[in-house]
């Protein structure tokens, strides 16, 4: 009879287990695999403007034209134009900054602007109007004068990503550095 009786407890226990066994494979999943590919960002912009021969004459307005492209599937970002002017320039020309622009306050000649992210080239013409003015009290001794010390208005485009920058200060200080 124990024969018997250890037999049938190996039988029940043997039973069980397989039930249980067999639950637990029911219950079990498992997740598709979530795969996590890092790209690269990247801003590409370009400055151009149309080359001529810019001749003075008192009072004449002259087309003057930089511009600047923050160019497609470029990041969002600070976009900075630096206008230099050599020291005679006010003598004999006078311009404004084309709207849009904010000058950066405590650094001469520095303009800024925010772009957001595009598809899409973006462009942005650094002078009003797309001109200068010669002053109209220039004398002909002025203008000799300038064939030999020619007033100068030259550009150079920044940009730098607008993430982690919450000031344009704060990314011109990285862009400048």
């Given at each position: 009879?124990?024969?018997?009786?250890l037999a049938l407890v190996?039988?029940?226990?043997?039973?069980?287990?397989?039930?249980?066994?067999?639950t637990l494979a029911w219950?079990?999943?498992?997740?598709?695999?979530?795969?996590?590919?890092?790209?690269?960002?990247?801003?590409?912009?370009?400055?151009?403007?149309?080359?001529?021969?810019?001749?003075?004459?008192?009072?004449?307005?002259?087309?003057?034209?930089?511009?600047?492209?923050?160019?497609?599937?470029?990041?969002?970002?600070?976009?900075?134009?630096?206008?230099?002017?050599?020291?005679?320039?006010?003598?004999?020309?006078?311009?404004?900054?084309?709207?849009?622009?904010?000058?950066?306050?405590?650094?001469?000649?520095?303009?800024?602007?925010?772009?957001?992210?595009?598809?899409?080239?973006?462009?942005?013409?650094?002078?009003?109007?797309?001109?200068?003015?010669?002053?109209?009290?220039?004398?002909?001794?002025?203008?000799?004068?300038?064939?030999?010390?020619?007033?100068?208005?030259?550009?150079?485009?920044?940009?730098?990503?607008?993430?982690?920058?919450?000031?344009?200060?704060?990314?011109?200080?990285?862009?400048?550095?």
């Amino acid at each position: 009879m124990k024969k018997k009786t250890l037999a049938l407890v190996l039988a029940l226990t043997l039973l069980v287990a397989g039930v249980v066994g067999g639950t637990l494979a029911w219950l079990t999943d498992q997740t598709a695999e979530v795969k996590n590919t890092f790209t690269v960002g990247d801003i590409n912009i370009g400055l151009t403007e149309t080359t001529a021969d810019y001749k003075m004459v008192p009072g004449n307005t002259i087309a003057k034209d930089p511009t600047v492209t923050v160019e497609a599937n470029s990041e969002a970002c600070w976009l900075f134009v630096k206008v230099t002017e050599s020291a005679n320039l006010k003598d004999f020309i006078t311009y404004a900054i084309a709207e849009g622009w904010t000058a950066l306050s405590g650094v001469d000649g520095v303009y800024y602007r925010e772009v957001p992210a595009s598809t899409a080239d973006q462009t942005f013409s650094v002078l009003a109007d797309d001109a200068v003015t010669v002053k109209s009290n220039v004398t002909k001794t002025m203008l000799e004068t300038a064939k030999t010390d020619a007033p100068t208005l030259t550009f150079k485009a920044y940009a730098i990503q607008k993430d982690h920058f919450a000031t344009a200060d704060a990314a011109w200080a990285e862009v400048s550095k």
